[in-house]
């Protein structure tokens, strides 16, 4: 390791776990993590958490926890934890909860500015919740390095604020549909003060670059898939099963799906519904022509052993930042059929390892689940040829490609 590399100590922050275990376990394995925060973190390895028996609340709590994480490098923001929940609770509507959400983000935001130079000397935050740290390090002479989940605020204000005069009927269902004048400007300056952007699609790159940002500052690593448990199996549901594995909202297309199965595109065709409703239960005003089936939301582990046992993924979402859901069903052998608003074209090459389909398309949708059904072992080497493509997109490769670029960035800023 050279010099450069030896003085590299990153802080990752962001209020809710979403990615940042994995990268941040990938910046500890280089020893190049000086913190990672997060607005509440439980050590299941240590009193008085390891106690505690198998759980609904032990599942909850893990999702707050990973093993491979040294606890001693995590920070916490606890009270802003509570006091986020608290007024999420109260909130007397979806937009006060979603209100709630960017002023949590803003107040953990503010709690890494004030410590950052405690924190560490690369400040890498996730869009909505670091401008102040950015503008800190900027004072500070420190790198900003963001990251963007999903699609910028301005491509999902048009695609979804045009979805809900299409779809009236499950506009209730969206999701990232609305932020305020002030919060689309604090995440224009977030990205002004990055040094660099990281994403996982071309998709969410090209909203980036849509709206004037520099395409050589944006960088694209797709995330990786736990191969150990995402596998294929033989066995399959009697029934001819389709798994969608996802929060139910039109802002991941649900409507449409649900569309296309209430033609019956495939006798007693079977929706196996594995996640949570947003907002209003869109599923539940077509369940007297689609045949559902709800597994609730499930650990990682449950989700690969039903999904490995279904037929065909159904992902026609309208913005999304990947789509984890994909590369987990390609890993388990299933045909995916998806849009281009997401990673789907940088994943699957269309009819030979997936499909990919228009947005909003329920022709498109209705036909291939019916090939599917009617082509069974050319829909198999679809599935197997799809394991292929994702067989070298690991946790441990997204960990080795995310940790290599950090230290591309580092260098670059530092030798400048």
């Not at 910028?152 to 604020?161: I, P, Q, R």
């Not at 506009?171 to 996982?200: G, H, I, K, M, S």
Request: charged share 25%.
């Amino acid at each position: 390791m050279s010099d450069l590399e030896a003085n590299l100590r990153s802080v990752i922050f962001c209020p809710s776990p979403m990615g940042i275990f994995e990268q941040s376990l990938s910046l500890q394995e280089r020893g190049w993590l000086g913190s990672m925060v997060i607005d509440y973190y439980c050590d299941l390895s240590q009193p008085p958490y390891k106690w505690l028996p198998e759980s609904r609340l032990r599942k909850y709590l893990g999702k707050r926890y990973h093993p491979g994480l040294d606890s001693r490098s995590v920070r916490t923001y606890p009270t802003q934890a509570v006091r986020a929940r608290l007024r999420t609770r109260l909130a007397r509507n979806e937009k006060d909860r979603t209100l709630n959400v960017f002023w949590h983000n803003s107040q953990v935001d503010r709690w890494v500015a004030s410590r950052l130079s405690e924190l560490g000397n690369l400040a890498f935050g996730y869009e909505g919740a670091s401008l102040q740290t950015f503008r800190r390090a900027k004072q500070l002479g420190l790198p900003c390095v963001l990251y963007q989940p999903i699609a910028c605020a301005e491509k999902a204000l048009t695609l979804l604020g045009e979805e809900a005069r299409l779809f009236p009927a499950v506009a209730d269902t969206l999701r990232y549909n609305w932020f305020p004048d002030d919060e689309v400007e604090l995440r224009r300056e977030e990205r002004r003060l990055a040094d660099a952007v990281l994403c996982a699609s071309t998709f969410t790159k090209q909203s980036l670059v849509e709206v004037g940002i520099d395409p050589g500052k944006v960088f694209v690593e797709p995330y990786g898939v736990d191969q150990t448990i995402f596998a294929p199996s033989k066995e399959k549901f009697r029934q001819f099963s389709v798994i969608w594995a996802s929060s139910y909202t039109q802002t991941k297309g649900i409507g449409y799906l649900l569309e296309a199965l209430a033609r019956s595109p495939v006798p007693g065709i079977e929706l196996v519904l594995a996640g949570y409703p947003f907002g209003k239960d869109a599923i539940a005003s077509y369940e007297d022509r689609v045949r559902v089936r709800r597994v609730g939301h499930v650990s990682r582990e449950e989700l690969a052993q039903i999904m490995r046992r279904c037929h065909v993924h159904v992902f026609p979402t309208l913005i999304d930042g990947f789509g984890r859901n994909i590369i987990e069903a390609m890993a388990s052998g299933l045909p995916v059929i998806t849009t281009a608003n997401c990673a789907g074209p940088d994943l699957i090459e269309d009819g030979v390892t997936g499909f990919l389909v228009p947005i909003r398309d329920v022709d498109a949708i209705s036909e291939k689940l019916a090939w599917i059904n009617d082509h069974p072992y050319e829909a198999i080497e679809i599935g197997m040829r799809a394991r292929d493509r994702v067989a070298s997109l690991t946790q441990a490769d997204y960990r080795r490609r995310f940790a290599d670029r950090i230290r591309g960035i580092w260098k670059l800023f530092t030798e400048a």
